[in-house]
Nanobody
Framework: QVQLAESGGGLVQAGGSLRLSCADS????????MGWFRQAPGKEREFVAA????????YYADSVKGRFTISRGNAKNTVYLQMNSLKPEDTAVYYC??????????????????WGQGTQVTVSS
């Protein structure tokens, strides 16, 4: 059974940085793409970033491009989301997601079969 556990959320001032981590257990991590999504109160869950199985391809939402970086450490079964230049509109619960294949296909949440519990990120103005 796949288990995903996020960590690294918290409260930060606008312009600050946070690094989220997600540890994956229960499967061969290096065989699957991974992603990050977020959900703000009253809004739908939205795509943030994804990375293919090797780390050689990454994908970003336009709203975070140039500020966020997704990466992975296959030896540690962990995916990361480095968030810089944070804005109040980045405030949300951030979820790690495990894909069922090698690469993200652009279908959003439907592409992912495993989800973590989420970690709160709050950016104050």
């Amino acid at each position: 059974q796949v288990q995903l556990a996020e960590s690294g959320g918290g409260l930060v001032q606008a312009g600050g940085s946070l690094r989220l981590s997600c540890a994956d257990s229960g499967r061969t991590f290096s065989n699957y793409a991974m992603g990050w999504f977020r959900q703000a109160p009253g809004k739908e869950r939205e795509f943030v970033a994804a990375i293919n199985w090797s780390g050689g391809r990454t994908y970003y939402a336009d709203s975070v491009k140039g500020r966020f970086t997704i990466s992975r450490g296959n030896a540690k079964n962990t995916v990361y989301l480095q968030m810089n230049s944070l804005k109040p509109e980045d405030t949300a619960v951030y979820y790690c997601a495990g894909h069922g294949g090698l690469d993200y296909t652009g279908l959003g949440p439907a592409d992912f079969g495993s989800w973590g519990q989420g970690t709160q990120v709050t950016v104050s103005s």
